[in-house]
């Protein structure tokens, strides 16, 4: 499986964007899929999960109410749409597929995209 993330840019606290994942591959339906960010200087952090049939979604309480996830399936595209952007939001933001083990983990995450730089100035 092959993940190309996309959609980041430089936005201004308050604003808006919407990340895509779009994955190669004939199984990305059976995939869990998460999103993750890394700013400077700090470790990859967890963001958002959602199943595989977008059934079930999880997010970290940091953006919990502010970004959705969402996936379609038929487009082999997995959204994170983000709402309400703060500076803390900054980072490069990475989409993997979910292997096992806990959704909160790097290590629970088998292939990933490049990741997309997002920029909230203050």
């Known amino acids: 499986v092959q993940l190309q993330a996309s959609g980041g840019g430089l936005v201004q606290a308050g604003g808006s964007l919407r990340l895509s994942c779009a994955a190669s591959?004939?199984?990305?339906?059976?995939?869990?899929m998460g999103w993750f960010r890394q700013a400077p200087g700090k470790e990859h952090e967890f963001v958002a999960f959602i199943g595989w049939s977008g059934g079930s979604t999880d997010y970290a309480d940091s953006v919990k109410g502010r970004f959705t996830i969402s996936r379609d399936n038929a487009k082999n595209t997995v959204y994170l749409q983000m709402n309400s952007l703060k500076p803390e939001d900054t980072a490069v933001y990475y989409c993997?597929?979910?292997?096992?083990?806990?959704?909160?983990?790097?290590?629970?995450?088998?292939?990933w995209g490049q990741g997309t730089q997002v920029t909230v100035s203050s």
């Open positions: 993997a597929t979910y292997y096992s083990g806990s959704g909160y983990l790097v290590t629970s995450y088998k292939y």
């Open positions: 591959g004939r199984t990305f339906s059976s995939y869990g």
